[in-house]
């Protein structure tokens, strides 16, 4: 059971992979991205975000998160606080979870692996990623995938680990309200996905 669940989760992130290369390509993507997106418009630095991801070079997705964060932060454009979530969550590491359950080095179930995943993170990343997703959810829900959802709320859970002193242990249901609130909407929007009703049953063991 614990390895179909963790093939479940690999697939979601797999697929969040896949989404992300689905970037807008009306501009060439090297020529774009030559240019400074901290001094762009903001529709032009959402572009240029979106054109880094569907890149994949890490140092042009921290200049475009770099020149969106403060955009974002308290923004009530759900688009550009997902923008931001994502280039966040890029830059974390978090996408290396499913090479890592690929190469069976994580049991999704086992506490302990994941707390030794959660330490190869970007901490500061997680957390910013944590807060964009949460605003996300706050400014419209509907621009959330389930995939999404999935993700922001592994972001959330590992916000609560962060606060416990670094690790899962302990934690009880209390702690991750915030991590089942998001799992509890995208079950809403998207009821009886695999993926998130694995994650919810996950939840539910604390």
């Not at 964009?132 to 959330?156: I, K, V």
């Amino acid at each position: 059971m614990k390895r179909v669940f963790s093939l479940l989760v690999l697939s979601a992130l797999l697929s969040l992979l896949l989404a992300a290369c689905q970037a807008v390509f009306t501009y060439s993507p090297l020529s774009f991205l030559q240019r400074d997106p901290a001094n762009l418009p903001l529709e032009q630095k959402m572009e240029w975000a979106r054109a880094a991801l569907a890149g994949g070079d890490t140092e042009a997705i921290e200049k475009a998160y770099d020149a969106l964060k403060d955009d974002a932060s308290g923004s009530t454009d759900a688009e550009l606080t997902l923008l931001t979530a994502t280039l966040a969550m890029n830059l974390s590491g978090l996408p290396n979870l499913a090479f890592e359950m690929l190469q069976e080095n994580i049991d999704f179930n086992d506490e302990t692996d994941l707390d030794n995943f959660f330490q190869t993170l970007q901490s500061s990343y997680m957390l910013e990623a944590a807060v964009f997703y949460n605003a996300t959810l706050t400014n419209d829900p509907d621009e959330l995938n389930a995939t999404e959802f999935l993700l922001g709320s592994a972001c959330l859970l590992y916000e609560a680990a962060d606060g416990n002193g670094g690790t899962l242990t302990g934690l009880v249901q209390a702690d991750i309200i915030d991590a089942q609130t998001f799992v509890d909407t995208g079950l809403a929007a998207n009821p009886g996905n695999q993926f998130l009703t694995k994650f919810n049953d996950f939840l539910d063991s604390f």
